[in-house]
């Protein structure tokens, strides 16, 4: 049998099976394989399993170059988090939300192109590269006051979805942007009125940067259920959404505010460095101090005691801000549909810090 008569299996080095070779093989035009792997209508079912029954006997994986020329999307979305790695692969918040985006994109062959802001420099060479037409879309999240890349993505009239309820100059004017978010505030009333309940008068409240709208909206929950518009200065400290920063603002709020029975914690990861600190000077949680905290991730329950928490569903949010993308984009849902911001709720989960 000679080698154009072989009929077995392909061998890595043959060569690469073309568009024509599947055409060919399912007894259709070029055409009508190219809209079949494309995604495009107007071809017959029993036409369209043809084609894909061919594209599976020859091994046949499109170019994605090519696909693109004729469709002008990339099949890729740029997740932007507006923090530096070491940040990102420190707190386990973002893993979790990642994980979501990364669930939903991949259930819709999508790729994941992963950006951080490690510095202000970064904006301006993630903006060049959102605008030069390599991905889809975006998803940005914990973005900063100021930050520019917002207004970037909306020069170039880049399909975007944020994380968070967005925050900068004229993001309430139509369109609104879309985005994903918690009900913060009212979480932090939950928490804040918990503490209450349980008795306690002198709570304290360690916050996130003021430059981001979650660490603003738990405050302003806070402020909800103390009832005071200007609660008293030396219970506030910021804790900058990370341990360290939560071990320094206990520390801070412990020597202004000595007579503290209580805090209120803005972050999970803050306050396990808040629990350090208490540890440290001998307060005793709950029996001196309570603590609640934000976010009701793994290592909330592992705490010593175990934390009550505020908990968000920080991976269904990942899945709905990437769901809201494939909507705006056209690859998921109707034509044609409204599309909306969503909001989740929030809930209390009481453990043993409280």
């Known amino acids: 049998m000679t080698t154009s008569e072989h009929s077995g299996p392909r061998r890595p080095h043959d060569r690469r099976p073309t568009l024509e070779a599947v055409a060919a093989r399912a007894g259709v035009s070029r055409a009508t394989v190219s809209r079949v792997v494309n995604g495009g209508t107007g071809v017959r079912d029993a036409v369209r399993e043809r084609v894909r029954r061919a594209v599976d006997e020859l091994g046949y994986v499109p170019n994605s170059a090519a696909r693109s020329l004729v469709t002008r999307r990339t099949g890729a979305v740029a997740v932007v988090i507006g923090e530096p790695e070491t940040r990102v692969f420190s707190d386990p918040f973002f893993g979790r939300q990642l994980r979501g985006i990364s669930r939903e994109l ?88 918990h503490l209450l309940d349980r ?81 440290a000077q001998g307060r005793r949680v709950p029996g001196d101090v309570s603590v609640v905290g934000y976010d009701d991730l793994e290592p909330a329950a592992w705490a010593d005691p175990p934390l009550t928490t505020v908990r968000q569903d920080v991976e ?39």
Do not use: K
């Open 106 to 193: 991949s259930a819709a062959d999508t790729q994941l192109l992963l950006l951080f802001v490690q510095d202000r420099d970064d904006h301006d060479r993630i903006g060049r590269y959102l605008a030069a037409g390599h991905v889809d879309g975006a998803l940005m999240f914990s973005l900063h006051g100021g930050d520019p890349l917002p207004a970037m993505a909306e020069r170039c009239r880049l399909p975007t979805v944020y994380g968070g309820r967005p925050g900068w100059p004229g993001a309430d004017r139509a369109p609104r942007p879309l985005f994903v978010d918690t009900d913060n505030r009212d979480g932090a009333r939950q928490a804040v009125r």
């Open 199 to 279: 008795g306690r008068r002198r709570i304290a409240v360690i916050t996130g940067p003021l430059d981001q709208t979650s660490a603003l909206d738990r405050l302003d929950g806070y402020r909800d259920a103390l009832g005071a518009a200007d609660p008293d200065p030396r219970l506030i400290a910021d804790g900058r959404f990370t341990a360290e920063g939560g071990e320094r603002a206990m520390a801070r709020l412990l020597a202004a505010a000595p007579d503290l029975d209580a805090v209120f914690v803005c972050s999970d990861l803050m306050a396990s460095g808040a629990l350090r600190t208490l540890r």
């Open 316 to 354: 269904e949010m990942g899945r709905l801000m990437a769901r809201l993308l494939l909507r705006r984009l056209g690859t998921g849902g109707e034509a044609g549909e409204e599309l909306a911001p969503v909001i989740t709720a929030a809930r209390l989960v009481v453990r043993e810090s409280s």
